[in-house]
C-alpha cells in the first residue's frame, strides 16, 4: 500500500539545516509515523552529505557522501529545498521566511544550523582557507600538489587530520597552534602526545606558543615576527554555533542555542539538535556536543519528542579520528581530575576513567580501528553505571565482554 503524505503548503514540521542532523531527524519523523508534511530546508547546493569523508580523499578527488539518495527522500515525503536558507523565524505566527522569498509555515520546527568556522582577525585574514564544506574541501585539494606548502592555523582535531592527509600526499605542512601543545582541549594528554610525536616524524613543523600577526602572499607572520612561509594557508580554530536566526526571533541562546533535556529550546513547539544545541544537563549547566554521533542521535530524539515523547538527550558523548594509520576513539567526557586506568594491549592503548570508582568515560589509540571493540563495551560498562576494579580494567588478560557479564550478573 502506498503510504500518502500531505503536501508541503500544509502547516507540517519544518527543519532548517540539512546536514547530519536534520536530514536524520527529517527520516526518523517519518519512522516514528508522522504523515503530515515535512520540509528540510539546506543552505548548499547538493543533496545532503556527510562532511568526516571531505577530508578523505579518493585518486585526488574530494568526495561526497551522500547521508541519503534523492530517490530516498521522494520515497518518505520529505520536501527537500536546496541553496537556500532560513532568513527570518516569527515563532509568535509560526512562520519562517526563506531567502527566495517563500514562507513556510509550521506546526513544529526543528534547528539543526550546525556550526560555522571561527574566522580568524588578523590582517589578511581572507587569505586562510575554511575547512567544512565540500566546496571548502574542493578549494583545498584543488590547489595542492607534492612538493607545495600549506601552513594549517590550530592544532585541533580537524586541523591535525588536515595534517596527516597533506603528507600522505607530499605536501610541505606546518602546524600553528597559539597554546603550547596541539590537541589539548577535547583529547586525553597521553594520547595527544603520541599523535603530536607521529606527526613530528613524518615531518609536521610546529609552532607552538605563538599567535598570528598577518596573513601574506608568501605565508604567515607569526606574533614573534617569524614568518611560516607558505603556498596555502588553512585556518582551523575551531566553530561556533549557527545561532544568528534563533538569536533574532529572541530565542535563548548562550554558545548555543539553548535546549532543555528534551531539545525544546525557550519558544514553543521549536526544538534544536547537533551542533548548534546546548542542551540542559541534570547537573545544571548547558553543554554543546561536537561530533557525528551526536548530531543522529540528538535528531531521532528531537524527531520523537516533536511527536508528543518526552524523551531525555542523555547519550554518551562519542568521536573518533584517523590520523595516519592511528585510529582515536574517546567516549564520555575524560577530566584531569578523574583517576586514569591504563591498558597497553598489542595494538593500542586503552584508558579508563574513574569518578568516585565508577568508570565515566574510556579513550583508545591504536592502528586503524584495532580498538572500536573495546570502546564499544566499555561504553556499555559506563551505561551500566559499575564500578569495576581498576586492577582488572588494566589486565590485558581480562576481556572486557567478561567485567560486563559480571555487572549484568551482579
Not at 30 to 53: D, K, M, N, Q
Not at 54 to 77: F, H, P, R, Y
Not at 152 to 175: F, W
Amino acid at each position: 500500500m502506498t503510504r500518502r503524505f500531505y503536501g508541503e503548503n500544509m502547516d507540517g514540521i519544518v527543519i532548517i539545516g540539512a546536514g547530519e542532523s536534520g536530514t536524520r531527524a527529517a527520516f526518523a519523523l517519518r519512522e516514528a509515523g508522522y504523515s503530515r508534511s515535512v520540509t528540510l530546508v539546506g543552505t548548499e547546493p547538493h543533496l545532503p552529505y556527510e562532511r568526516p569523508p571531505l577530508s578523505k580523499t579518493v585518486n585526488d578527488a574530494v568526495q561526497m557522501k551522500l547521508i541519503c539518495a534523492a530517490e530516498a527522500l521522494d520515497a518518505a515525503g520529505i520536501a527537500y529545498l536546496k541553496g537556500v536558507s532560513a532568513i527570518r523565524l516569527d515563532t509568535g505566527t509560526e512562520m519562517v521566511t526563506l531567502s527566495d522569498g517563500r514562507a513556510l509555515r509550521y506546526e513544529k520546527l526543528l534547528l539543526t544550523t550546525g556550526a560555522r568556522p571561527r574566522r580568524l582577525t588578523c590582517p589578511g585574514a581572507e587569505r586562510a582557507l575554511d575547512f567544512r564544506t565540500h566546496a571548502d574541501a574542493e578549494a583545498i585539494f584543488s590547489n595542492i600538489a607534492p612538493g607545495r606548502s600549506v601552513a594549517i592555523i590550530g592544532a585541533g582535531l580537524i586541523g591535525m587530520e588536515l595534517a596527516s592527509v597533506l603528507r600522505g600526499k607530499d605536501v610541505e605542512v606546518s602546524v600553528i597552534e597559539a597554546a603550547p601543545k596541539p590537541l589539548g582541549r577535547a583529547v586525553p594528554a597521553r594520547f595527544a602526545e603520541k599523535l603530536h610525536a607521529r606527526h613530528a616524524a613524518e615531518g609536521v613543523r610546529f609552532h607552538l606558543d605563538r599567535g598570528v600577526a598577518a596573513i601574506g602572499d608568501d605565508g604567515v607572520t607569526l606574533t614573534d615576527g617569524s614568518l611560516v612561509a607558505a603556498d596555502l594557508v588553512v585556518g582551523a580554530i575551531g566553530v561556533l554555533p549557527e545561532t544568528a536566526l534563533a538569536e533574532a526571533a529572541g530565542l535563548a541562546t548562550g554558545n548555543g542555542i539553548l535546549t532543555d533535556i528534551c531539545l525544546r529550546t525557550s519558544a514553543p513547539n521549536v526544538f534544536a539538535a547537533g551542533d548548534c544545541a546546548a542542551v540542559a544537563q541534570p547537573g545544571g549547566g548547558h553543554i554543546r556536543f561536537e561530533s557525528w554521533r551526536n548530531a543522529r542521535t540528538q535528531a531521532e530524539t528531537a524527531a520523537r519528542n516533536m511527536l508528543g515523547a518526552a524523551e531525555n538527550s542523555t547519550a554518551l558523548p562519542w568521536f573518533w579520528s584517523d590520523q595516519y594509520d592511528l585510529g582515536l576513539q574517546v567516549a564520555g567526557r575524560p577530566q584531569p581530575a578523574h583517576q586514569i586506568i591504563l591498558r597497553s594491549i598489542a595494538d593500542g592503548e586503552l584508558e579508563f576513567y574513574l569518578d568516585d570508582g565508577r568508570l565515566v568515560a574510556a579513550a583508545g589509540l591504536g592502528i586503524g580501528n584495532s580498538l572500536a571493540k573495546d570502546i564499544k563495551l566499555a561504553e556499555m560498562l559506563i551505561a551500566a553505571g559499575i564500578s569495576p576494579s581498576p586492577v582488572e580494567l588494566a589486565d590485558p588478560g581480562i576481556n572486557l565482554k567478561t567485567l560486563l557479564k559480571s555487572a549484568r550478573a551482579a
